[in-house]
T-cell receptor, first 107, second 114 residues
């Protein structure tokens, strides 16, 4: 089993929609995770850190379910600028990236 | 906001040639990393560097690769004899600490091997 696995994409949603991404992890010792976003041919940029059960930042909510070993990212009121690939990341001394889920928000 | 900077943005090299990719990490960060991303694939870890030595490397980081911090600001990745399969986007990253600390990425060097 891969250490980090994400929903296969792409997700195509209209502006204003709510969209959720899921990510499962295999190492039960993992204490925290990150969500990064990556625009086409650009560097990954940190979106949110998830250190406990979850946290919220504006339209974005990240949750961590240790019992089921999954992390989720919820985007409310999606905007055109949210179109990107969202990467679930497990940090150790290295970052272990999931394959990424592509989101396309349409007008 | 402080950022990681990388040069060049695009490097085109003949197979078999040596390349050096350069990075300037964020100034108060202590941990430095190189990742690569082959087109259409996920970001892969290459190497981490702390206290002037390699702290971890992946199976990708073979004898053709080396890293160096030649002065107080630069962090370089050298590929000694490039292969076609080395064509990828190479990202440098840095962090204040390790494990649970987020890493901040430079905007990458696109390496094209001909």
């Amino acid at each position: 089993r891969k250490e980090v696995e994400q929903d296969p994409g792409p997700f195509n949603v209209p502006e204003g929609a709510t969209v959720a991404f899921n990510c499962t992890y295999s190492n039960s010792a993992s204490q925290s995770f990150f969500w990064y976003r990556q625009d086409c041919r650009k560097e990954p940029k940190l979106l949110m850190s998830v250190y406990s059960s979850g946290n919220e930042d504006g339209r974005f909510t990240a949750q961590l379910n240790r019992a089921s070993q999954y992390i989720s990212l919820l985007i409310r009121d999606s905007k055109l600028s949210d179109s990107a690939t969202y990467l679930c990341v497990s940090p150790r001394r290295r970052l272990i990236f999931g394959q990424g889920t592509e989101l396309s928000v349409k007008p | 906001e402080p950022e990681v900077t990388q040069t060049p943005s695009h490097q085109v090299t003949q197979m078999g040639q040596e390349v050096i990719l350069r990075c300037v990490p964020i100034s108060n960060h202590l941990y430095f990393y190189w990742y690569r991303q082959i087109l259409g694939q996920k970001v892969e870890f290459l190497v981490s560097f702390y206290n002037n030595e390699i702290s971890e490397k992946s199976e990708i980081f073979d004898d053709q690769f080396s890293v160096e911090r030649p002065d107080g600001s630069n962090f370089t990745l050298k590929i000694r004899s490039t292969k076609l399969e080395d064509s990828a986007m190479y990202f440098c990253a840095s962090s204040e600490g390790t494990s649970n600390q987020p890493q901040h990425f430079g905007d990458g060097t696109r390496l094209s091997i001909l």
